[in-house]
């Protein structure tokens, strides 16, 4: 099976800008969940997807939302893009049947804002 | 709420030697826990979790982690490292309690490998 797809791979957007990452999961996944990746905070849940719903979200600012499609495939962007935004943005996708499931990742997306 | 520990920012071993990576969590119910390595610009790749059953739990790449509740400790072990095992591993827990919680991650813990 083809792992987890993240499109694009590395961004570099001004200040004030938008941005939409995108993510493919794996075949048979209906959960996708992202998460932000920077050298001083870790790893930050945003938000995650199940057959087209938000079921669960992070404590990040309204610029940030999300969005899945039907096939599963999801979207995130970011509005006004500030400085602080620059990370390594990360999407997992999994079954989605419950606690103990597995999630694989992407390779992620690199964002910088300049 | 749950949360999850990894004490040390950085371990240092010898190639050849065994390796312990350090992991301690809190839930309120019984724990999920899972470890996953980053190798530099890639994502997490998943290397093996603890569900329930056996306390020792063998994963990917020669890995394994063991399970102590009294502890509340899930440590990364690996009898013999080697270079290529020089990543960033991240211990992560879901709780059985909250329903389709979110992963919570520890803050990770660079690992160095010295020939």
């Known amino acids: 099976k083809a792992g987890v797809t993240q499109t694009p791979r590395y961004l570099i957007k001004t200040r004030g800008q938008q941005v939409t990452l995108s993510c493919s999961p794996i075949?048979?996944?209906?959960?996708v969940s992202w998460y932000q990746q920077t050298p001083g905070q870790g790893l930050q849940f945003l938000f995650e997807?199940?057959?087209?719903?938000?079921?669960n979200k992070g404590n990040f600012p309204g610029r940030f939302s999300g969005r899945q499609f039907s096939n599963s495939r999801s979207e995130m962007n970011v509005s006004t893009l500030e400085l602080g935004d620059s990370a390594l943005y990360l999407c997992a996708s999994s079954l989605g049947q419950g606690e103990t499931d597995t999630q694989y990742f992407g390779p992620g997306t690199r964002l910088t804002v300049l | 709420a749950q949360s999850v520990a990894q004490p040390e920012d950085q371990v240092n071993v010898a190639e050849g030697n065994p390796l312990t990576v350090k992991c301690t969590y809190s839930v309120s119910g019984n724990p999920y826990l899972f470890w996953y390595v980053q190798y530099p610009n890639r994502g997490l790749q998943f290397l093996l979790k603890y569900i329930t059953g056996d306390n020792l739990v063998k994963g990917s790449y020669g890995f394994e982690a063991e399970f102590n509740k009294s502890q509340t400790s899930f440590h990364l072990k690996k009898p013999s490292a080697l270079v290529s095992d020089s990543a960033l591993y991240f211990c992560?827990?879901?709780?059985?309690?909250?329903?389709?919680?979110?992963?919570?991650f520890g803050a990770g813990t660079q690992v160095v490998v010295t020939p």
């Open positions: 992560a827990v879901r709780d059985e309690t909250d329903s389709w919680g979110k992963f919570q």
């Open positions: 075949s048979g996944h209906r959960s």
């Open positions: 997807y199940f057959s087209e719903t938000q079921r």
